[in-house]
């Protein structure tokens, strides 16, 4: 069968194509925005268990029966040597504590400059009496009052968002406590209130499952935005080098910002799919997504290369062969990782689901970005590049 026939870079309308891609570039940001993408609790903050177990272990039974008991665990479960590693999301009250402690600190660090700037204007003062320095005086004192009382209303707030957890330990934050005294107080009740968590939680699971020993490591939120920043340069970056070597490749802006849109373009798609079905961006997921701008460049420089360096037959002939050589990597890509996203489903595995379905997002886009958009402006800039040398 002669599929050149079926070509279709020789439609007159062909350069209308890349509207399908900006209206999925623009559906996705929807998506994006709208609906939000949530973070697991690698990036939003939140609690590791290894258990050591001899049970065997169904991972779905467990992972309902933990959520059942601790309010807004979310947990996420897997096996690993030797027993099953369980995830779970931060105690909200601990959340909210280390945000205010967070305030505090700054308050803290506040007073003392403040009381660094009082004592250099006693000691000015002790030697000439100057207006100016006894009003500086007065308007450093008035401002290390503000931040006493703020100081005491932070820390009063945080012990009662840690009330929950601190059973019958007893702190309290008078009028009379000294700044450096609420620092040691609310930091030791943090450190109570996270305690008791833990054995509150170690207490629950082994009321589900048995187990002989278990390691618990907590990522706080701060910890986890700062996760999450590294991430975006992480992000950036790949793309700096995606333009980076598309130029030097093509020596030419076109090729380049095409190859660069397609990347975009695809991982906005992925965004997008996360957002709508709730999958979490986690390490995993953000593993899914930088797989996918390699094959993003992949398939772009590709068609690029070949519209753009080989001689046989016409671009448009060239373009067509490289949509087939291209689809055909793309549905065995997507095969592939479809035969990954079921096989996660059904043994509930996470990890490997949410990468899957990051990817299988991310190639569905790729078939309208590469082929209906970047390979057209190649040809569009292959057309007037061979016009302009006639």
Same mark, same amino acid.
């Given at each position: 069968m002669d599929f050149n026939k079926y070509n279709i870079y020789k439609s007159k309308y062909y350069k209308l194509f890349p509207i399908l891609p900006i209206l999925l570039l623009i559906i996705g940001l929807y998506f994006i925005l709208v609906p939000h993408i949530p973070l697991d609790s690698s990036l939003r903050g939140g609690i590791d268990l290894q258990l050591q177990t001899n049970s065997i272990v169904n991972i779905q039974t467990l992972t309902y029966a933990i959520n059942a008991k601790i309010p807004n665990a979310e947990a996420s479960v897997s096996t690993a040597s030797g027993g099953v590693d369980i995830t779970i999301a931060t105690n909200s009250s601990l959340t909210s504590?280390?945000?205010?402690?967070?305030?505090?600190?700054?308050?803290?660090?506040?007073?003392?400059?403040?009381?660094?700037?009082?004592?250099l204007y006693q000691n000015e003062l002790s030697k000439q009496t100057n207006a100016s320095i006894t009003s500086a005086l007065n308007a450093a004192e008035a401002n290390q #009052?503000?931040?006493? &009382?703020?100081?005491?209303?932070?820390? +009063?707030?945080? $012990?009662?968002?840690?009330?929950?957890?601190? !059973?019958?330990?007893?702190?309290?934050?008078?009028?009379? #406590?000294?700044?450096? &005294?609420?620092?040691?107080?609310?930091? +030791?009740?943090? $450190?109570?209130?996270?305690?008791?968590?833990? !054995?509150?939680?170690?207490?629950?699971?082994?009321?589900?499952?048995p187990f002989s020993s278990y390691t618990y490591q907590e990522t706080t939120s701060t910890l986890g935005a700062y996760f999450l920043q590294q991430i975006e340069y992480i992000i950036i970056i790949s793309f700096i080098i995606v333009a980076i070597a598309a130029f030097v490749i093509f020596k030419s802006p076109i090729p380049s910002i095409s190859v660069v849109f397609g990347a975009i373009n695809d991982l906005i798609v992925a965004l997008a799919g996360m957002a709508i079905f709730g999958i979490p961006l986690g390490v995993a997921s953000i593993g899914g997504l930088l797989m996918l701008i390699g094959y993003s460049m992949d398939t772009d420089v590709l068609a690029a290369i070949r519209i753009l360096k080989h001689t046989e037959g016409t671009p448009e002939d060239r373009a067509f062969s490289t949509l087939k050589t291209g689809l055909t990597m793309t549905f065995a890509a997507i095969i592939t990782f479809s035969i990954l996203l079921i096989t996660a489903y059904l043994n509930f595995i996470p990890t490997y689901f949410e990468i899957a379905s990051v990817v299988m997002f991310g190639l569905l886009g790729d078939i309208i970005t590469t082929w209906f958009g970047d390979t057209v402006l190649v040809l569009w800039y292959k057309e007037k590049k061979d016009a302009k040398y006639r």
């Amino acid at each position: 069968m002669d599929f050149n026939k079926y070509n279709i870079y020789k439609s007159k309308y062909y350069k209308l194509f890349p509207i399908l891609p900006i209206l999925l570039l623009i559906i996705g940001l929807y998506f994006i925005l709208v609906p939000h993408i949530p973070l697991d609790s690698s990036l939003r903050g939140g609690i590791d268990l290894q258990l050591q177990t001899n049970s065997i272990v169904n991972i779905q039974t467990l992972t309902y029966a933990i959520n059942a008991k601790i309010p807004n665990a979310e947990a996420s479960v897997s096996t690993a040597s030797g027993g099953v590693d369980i995830t779970i999301a931060t105690n909200s009250s601990l959340t909210s504590a280390q945000d205010k402690l967070v305030t505090l600190y700054d308050y803290y660090s506040n007073y003392t400059k403040e009381s660094t700037e009082i004592a250099l204007y006693q000691n000015e003062l002790s030697k000439q009496t100057n207006a100016s320095i006894t009003s500086a005086l007065n308007a450093a004192e008035a401002n290390q #009052t503000k931040t006493n &009382q703020a100081m005491h209303s932070e820390a +009063s707030s945080i $012990l009662l968002t840690l009330s929950p957890l601190l !059973n019958k330990d007893n702190y309290q934050i008078t009028n009379s #406590t000294m700044p450096f &005294q609420i620092i040691n107080i609310t930091r +030791s009740a943090y $450190l109570t209130a996270s305690n008791n968590y833990e !054995n509150q939680t170690v207490s629950i699971l082994r009321s589900i499952i048995p187990f002989s020993s278990y390691t618990y490591q907590e990522t706080t939120s701060t910890l986890g935005a700062y996760f999450l920043q590294q991430i975006e340069y992480i992000i950036i970056i790949s793309f700096i080098i995606v333009a980076i070597a598309a130029f030097v490749i093509f020596k030419s802006p076109i090729p380049s910002i095409s190859v660069v849109f397609g990347a975009i373009n695809d991982l906005i798609v992925a965004l997008a799919g996360m957002a709508i079905f709730g999958i979490p961006l986690g390490v995993a997921s953000i593993g899914g997504l930088l797989m996918l701008i390699g094959y993003s460049m992949d398939t772009d420089v590709l068609a690029a290369i070949r519209i753009l360096k080989h001689t046989e037959g016409t671009p448009e002939d060239r373009a067509f062969s490289t949509l087939k050589t291209g689809l055909t990597m793309t549905f065995a890509a997507i095969i592939t990782f479809s035969i990954l996203l079921i096989t996660a489903y059904l043994n509930f595995i996470p990890t490997y689901f949410e990468i899957a379905s990051v990817v299988m997002f991310g190639l569905l886009g790729d078939i309208i970005t590469t082929w209906f958009g970047d390979t057209v402006l190649v040809l569009w800039y292959k057309e007037k590049k061979d016009a302009k040398y006639r």
